[in-house]
DNA sequence: CGGGGATTGGACCTGCGGGTCCAGTCCGTG
DNA sequence: CACGGACTGGACCCGCAGGTCCAATCCCCG
């Protein structure tokens, strides 16, 4: 493929990903990206061979992307409070901004979550996650700031999900509180000192 | 609407409840339903004149009561330990036997959640999700066994927040660790005597 | 035992949207 | 400058699934 070549391709990607958040995923048709992307069918097909589910999860990819970044740099370096409560932040703005639509969620089970493409997809994106949030627990118990009796992996699994599911809620209900609570009861407990081990 | 009538639709929202659990929403078409209800398309449209939105809205509200009648009887007295025990193991069971598929969540992306249909069935669901939780709490706290320190509705947010979150990683990711992580990091923090207020 | 609304059967229509195809154009390379 | 592969345009195909329609049948009610 020829810088050109991958220039159309990303411009397929990028214009299909934008369409989609304004409108959805169901409401986007091929032709809405084709006449958005100022291209035509036989170019979708010839970057696509898969046809719309190879470009759906290509664009997947492309949002899956944009959730980490938006999140950095304190992700990437939860290594003190300033950091955490900046993360917070940037969580809360993103998903206060983005509203009830998710691009990511509607995308994957459009394309239907048994597909093994999608699930990589996803189980990418959470497990980075996952371990971008473990890693700041560890380095904060290092720093001597949490509580090393936590489990670590147990605790970024739990903030994860309650992330997950603030954002669910911020989708079906339209309040941001969930997500909220979610975060700054996670938060409060890794700040509270001298925390047991976990009940059996 | 006679007798006969309503056990129709009856047949109907169930059949197509069941379709749907096996086979996802998007792979269950009008004909589908009409097979496995013995039905005709008239009739579909007799019981359901908005067509196929109004059936899966009907179907959405189907699967709503069994969520959370799936949780009774603890749910709606979660006056001790036990029974919060006892709930907790529901959730798991249901959501192990379940795996990864969300009846409930695909049908309302799928009839699109910006429709005030859809709207309403799933607030009301988390609505009374919530209260019931809430109640809960507010039972602990009554019976000496919480924390009175505690906002009961943040706690509840939170919870729910982390359920629902664990139930969202269930189904990406197949693992169901992280459920159990939200609901034992909840349950602990509420056992937990003597909790401060929530951070700012 | 009629009348009429509720209920049922199933053939038919139709638009949408994913996918195919071929011919024409661009552009790097020998 | 040819030549060939990458790239582009757009007309066309076609199956599917939601939706319409009318006639036949049932059964409650007076």
Redesign the interface.
Known sequence: MTAKGAATRERIVAGAAARIREH?V?ATTLDDIRERTATSKSQLFHYFPGGREELLLAVARFEADRVLADQQPQLGALTSWEAWEGWREKVLARYRAQG?ACPL??L???V???TPGAQAV??EL?ARWEAELAAGVVAMQRGGFVDPGLDAA??A??L??????????L???GRL???Q??L??G???L??AGG?R??P
Chains 1, 2 share one sequence.
């Open positions: 959805g169901a009830r969620g509607g994957l089970t459009q239907g979550r048994a996803v189980a959470m147990r605790e699994a739990a994860l999900a309650g992330l997950q599911g603030g954002v669910l809620m989708m079906t209900t509180t969930y997500l609570a979610a700054d009861v938060l409060e407990r700040r509270r047991e976990p009940v």
